[in-house]
């Protein structure tokens, strides 16, 4: 089945610095990619997600790219703010019969001002 | 904009107390699911309900947990002895036909099991 290894947490950055979460994943054979956020005391979100190898999703600031050769699909963001507060879940899907989303631990991260 | 919404939003109960969890998908999607998030742990897979049938289930999804769709808008999740272990923040969530990976989450119901 589907597996992800997500960077641990927290991460604790200021406002304006350069956020990078690492993920890499497991699934069988071409999976979709996606990122969740997760905002205090509220349920998950999408937040952005690729299809195929090598598409970049982006949202928000927020940019992953579908790494096949290296498995991975880390996210980034340029210039982090305090709404950026929250905790981050990488998930791949393989579709065809696969229906769930497999969550890794999830990132906490905190942006203070 | 759409959105899944979840009731209640707080649940408390004794063991052994049979609990239904309420939701109501986005009225388009044809994909529903249910996860749960023990404090403090990542978020795990439950069950995945397509076309009035149980599409996928995880080994958590054991005989005491059951789904339902009693009509065109609700979608349930009953635990039917609860333990103190299934204490846990109930997510559901729902999505489109073709789109099973973006799946839109509801705010959560608090289970509380004394």
């Known amino acids: 089945g589907d597996s992800v290894t997500q960077m641990e947490g927290p991460v604790t950055l200021s406002e304006e610095a350069f956020l990078t979460i690492n993920c890499t994943y497991t699934?069988?054979?071409?999976?979709?990619l996606f990122w969740y956020v997760q905002y205090p005391g509220e349920g998950l979100q999408l937040l952005l997600k690729?299809?195929?190898?090598?598409d970049k999703g982006s949202n928000k600031g927020f940019e992953a790219t579908y790494r096949k050769e290296t498995t991975s699909f880390h996210l980034e963001k340029g210039s982090v703010q305090v709404s950026d507060s929250a905790v981050y879940f990488c998930?791949?899907?393989?579709?065809?019969?696969?229906?769930?989303?497999?969550f890794g631990k999830g990132t906490l991260l905190t942006v203070n001002p | 904009e759409p959105e899944v919404t979840q009731t209640p939003s707080h649940q408390v109960t004794q063991m052994g107390q049979e609990v239904i969890l309420r939701c109501v998908p986005i009225?388009?999607?044809?994909?529903f699911y249910w996860y749960r998030q023990i404090l403090g742990q990542k978020v795990e897979f439950l069950v995945s309900?397509?076309?009035?049938?149980?599409?996928?289930k995880s080994e958590i999804f054991d005989d005491q947990f059951s789904v339902e769709r009693p009509d065109g808008s609700n979608f349930t999740l009953k635990i039917r002895s609860t333990k103190l272990e299934d204490s846990a923040m109930y997510f559901c969530?729902?999505?489109?036909?073709?789109?099973?990976?973006?799946?839109?989450f509801g705010p959560g119901t608090r289970l509380t099991v004394l």
């Open positions: 699934a069988t054979g071409y999976p979709s």
């Open positions: 998930a791949p899907n393989s579709g065809g019969s696969n229906y769930k989303l497999t």
């Open positions: 009225s388009n999607h044809l994909y």
């Open positions: 969530a729902s999505s489109e036909i073709g789109r099973v990976g973006e799946q839109f």
């Open positions: 690729a299809t195929k190898a090598d």
């Open positions: 309900f397509y076309n009035n049938e149980i599409s996928e």
